[in-house]
Nanobody, 127 residues
Framework: QVQLVESGGGLVQAGGSLRLSCAAS????????MGWFRQAPGKEREFVAA????????YYSDSVKGRFSISRDNAKNTVYLQMNSLKPEDTAVYYC????????????????????WGQGTQVTVSS
């Protein structure tokens, strides 16, 4: 059974940092596109960041570009989201997602491209 488990969320003041982790089990995702999405109360889920299957390319939404960084540790089958200079508008539940297709370049910004999802971790940024 494939599972994605996020951790690292919490309450932080504006300007602070958090690092989210997404640990995968049940299969490896070392050659799969991985993404992070978020959903704030009353809003639709939105794309945050993605890492190409090769690990050579990263993608970010305009709202987090320059502040967030996605990375992967294949040995640990884990993806990270380093979040710096956090703002109150970053408050949301953050979800990790994995594309089931290996060596495949997907529409990384679309949640429909990802088969596996974690349960989410809450990030709250106070002003």
């Amino acid at each position: 059974q494939v599972q994605l488990v996020e951790s690292g969320g919490g309450l932080v003041q504006a300007g602070g940092s958090l690092r989210l982790s997404c640990a995968a089990s049940g299969r490896t995702f070392s050659s799969n596109t991985m993404g992070w999405f978020r959903q704030a109360p009353g809003k639709e889920r939105e794309f945050v960041a993605a890492l190409s299957w090769s690990g050579s390319t990263t993608y970010y939404s305009d709202s987090v570009k320059g502040r967030f960084s996605i990375s992967r540790d294949n040995a640990k089958n884990t993806v990270y989201l380093q979040m710096n200079s956090l703002k109150p508008e970053d408050t949301a539940v953050y979800y990790c997602a994995a594309d089931a297709r290996t060596y495949y370049s997907s529409k990384y910004y679309s949640g429909n491209e990802y088969e596996y999802w974690g349960q989410g971790t809450q990030v709250t940024v106070s002003s």
